[in-house]
Structures are given as C-alpha cells and as structure tokens.
C-alpha cells in the first residue's frame, strides 16, 4: 500500500474546521485520498478522519505535527496523526477457544492486516505449539484462583515489555482488574456474544438454545474497567430457529465472534474508530 498519513480529530463543532485543515493540506501541495466528517448534533462535537499521501507533502511526519498545531490550537483539537508505514504492535490474549485467535494470525499470516504481533499471551499452555508455529512469542501466565494478582502483574509486565499499541482478547476467559483497564485507555478491545436477550455466565449458548431465541451475535468494544460496558465498536447478528442444535448456535456464534472482532481490530488499526465517552464515531 501507498504510505500515507492519517489526521485524526475531534473537537468542539464550529464553522471553518474543515476549510482550516483542507487548505492547510492543500498549501502544501498534500494529496487527499479520504475524508470523513461529522458533526454530532447532541454535543456539538465534531470528527474528522483525512488520509493523506505521505510523498505529496514536502515534509515528513515530525514537520507536519510543528505545522499543523497552530490550527489545531485555534480549535480547541484532541487530535493526532500516524504514519501507514508504521505498523502497530499488537499483543493477543487467548485462553483455550482458538478461533478468534486463528482467524487474527491467518489475517496477519496472508498480509490482510497490517500489524505486528511481539507476543500471545495465555492463562493456559494449550495453544503454544498452534501460535509457535507461526513464529510467535507464546508466554503462559497461570492464574490462581485464590489470588490473580500475580497473573495480572505478570500480564501488565508482558504488555510494558512488547511495546504494545494495542491489547486484543481474543476469547480470553479471565476479566481484568480495573487498574489494568484504566492503564490501557481505548486500547484494550475485546469479543463476546451478545444475545437478545443477553445470557450471562458459562454455556450461553445453551442458555439461549433453551429460551429459543432468534438472534445470536457478539459485540468487540473497548474494555473498561465496567464489565462489557465499554465503548462499542462493531456488533453483527446471525439468525437462528427452532432446528438448530446447540451445536449449530455454538458453529455459528464462534463464526460470528471472529468476524467482528476482525472488523473492529482492522477498525481501531486504520484509526476509524473515535471515542467519544462512552461512545464511538466509527468511519467504516
């Protein structure tokens, strides 16, 4: 892919943001290859996405950061600006589902998405020799059920040390204490079902058979120190009905899962995703 660089902001709605940073690009002869926009009429607040040619600017991403803060000052901006040719580091967590966590390293393997992958991370040992194979750093953290603290100390350690830009629990089957939660805000993403109505606890799948529900989905959002009250991301459903099996909800629940969670990791790495509180503006 062509190098690019992509400015992202979000600030207080006003006439004049968008001519302000269009003609800035433009003055340097920047070449525009995307451009999202919008204004939320509740708060007021608007967002921006702009993608642009990296070698169409006579400057590189340092200059364009000095340059541009004049404007974003005069509008009161949250913003910032990444380079395509940049790949982030990402860190997967898994515990003993591998679906998710293949689908990820089969999209990584072919090229599909860009990003790079220092290590997995695991409460369990039964995937080492799957994500091994691949090449990969596999690092299995025990948990004890008397005291996790250790576990969560060795996790926010494992983190710290790859670098990591991003955080993906990919089916990771433990919940994480607030403080490590609230050291990764906006980069912590997480799947589960999601089911109308939604079923809490093990076997949901079977809870759901059991109430014959009609609808089966799973939501990837940011994780907070809230449970599975994070912002969302993306969410998809699959319709079901009285002949399917448990088995079959199970098929289709973890074909699902990892279809959303592709969509919004690939989201979050091509920086479509904006947060607003407890909500997103996600220019897909």
Same mark, same amino acid.
């Given at each position: 892919?062509? !190098? #690019?660089?992509? $400015?992202?902001?979000?600030? %207080?709605?006003?006439?004049?943001?968008? &001519?302000?940073?269009? /003609?800035?690009?433009?003055?340097?002869?920047?070449?525009?290859?995307?451009?999202?926009?919008?204004?939320?009429?509740?708060?007021?607040?608007?967002?921006?996405?702009?993608?642009?040619?990296?070698?169409?600017?006579?400057?590189?991403?340092?200059?364009?950061?000095?340059?541009?803060?004049?404007?974003?000052?005069?509008?009161?901006?949250?913003?910032?600006?990444?380079?395509?040719?940049?790949?982030?580091?990402?860190?997967?967590?898994?515990?003993?589902?591998?679906?998710?966590?293949?689908?990820?390293?089969?999209?990584? !393997? #072919?090229?599909? $998405?860009?990003?790079?992958? %220092?290590?997995?991370?695991?409460?369990? &040992?039964?995937?080492? /020799?799957?994500?091994?194979?691949?090449?990969?750093?596999?690092?299995?953290?025990?948990?004890?059920?008397?005291?996790?603290?250790?576990?969560?100390?060795?996790?926010?350690?494992?983190?710290?040390?790859?670098?990591?830009?991003?955080?993906?629990?990919?089916?990771?089957?433990?919940?994480?204490?607030?403080?490590?939660?609230?050291?990764?805000?906006?980069?912590?993403?997480?799947?589960?079902?999601?089911?109308?109505?939604?079923?809490?606890?093990?076997?949901?799948?079977?809870?759901?058979?059991?109430?014959?529900?009609?609808?089966?989905?799973?939501?990837?959002?940011?994780?907070?120190?809230?449970?599975?009250?994070?912002?969302?991301?993306?969410?998809?459903?699959?319709?079901?009905?009285?002949?399917?099996?448990?088995?079959?909800?199970?098929?289709?629940?973890?074909?699902?899962?990892?279809?959303?969670?592709?969509?919004?990791?690939?989201?979050?790495?091509?920086?479509?995703?904006?947060?607003?509180?407890?909500?997103?503006?996600?220019?897909?």
């Amino acid at each position: 892919m062509e !190098r #690019s660089y992509r $400015l992202i902001v979000s600030c %207080p709605d006003q006439v004049g943001i968008v &001519a302000a940073v269009s /003609d800035f690009i433009a003055q340097h002869g920047g070449w525009i290859t995307e451009a999202h926009h919008y204004s939320d009429p509740e708060s007021q607040w608007f967002f921006m996405r702009y993608v642009v040619r990296a070698a169409s600017l006579p400057f590189g991403e340092e200059r364009f950061r000095v340059l541009f803060e004049p404007i974003a000052t005069r509008f009161a901006m949250n913003w910032y600006l990444t380079d395509t040719g940049v790949n982030r580091r990402v860190v997967l967590m898994a515990s003993k589902q591998a679906h998710c966590l293949s689908d990820l390293l089969y999209r990584w !393997r #072919s090229g599909e $998405l860009a990003f790079d992958i %220092p290590c997995v991370l695991s409460n369990h &040992a039964d995937l080492r /020799d799957y994500v091994n194979w691949h090449g990969i750093d596999y690092q299995h953290l025990p948990v004890d059920g008397s005291d996790k603290s250790h576990h969560f100390a060795a996790v926010n350690a494992a983190i710290q040390a790859a670098k990591a830009d991003l955080v993906v629990l990919a089916r990771y089957m433990q919940i994480l204490p607030p403080d490590l939660c609230e050291r990764y805000p906006g980069r912590i993403i997480n799947i589960h079902h999601s089911f109308l109505p939604s079923f809490v606890g093990a076997r949901p799948y079977h809870q759901a058979s059991a109430r014959g529900v009609k609808l089966i989905g799973a939501t990837c959002h940011y994780v907070t120190s809230e449970l599975d009250a994070g912002p969302i991301i993306e969410q998809d459903v699959v319709r079901v009905g009285h002949h399917n099996t448990v088995e079959d909800m199970v098929r289709l629940g973890k074909d699902v899962e990892k279809t959303v969670l592709a969509r919004g990791v690939r989201y979050h790495l091509e920086d479509r995703v904006l947060l607003h509180g407890n909500k997103t503006v996600v220019f897909a």
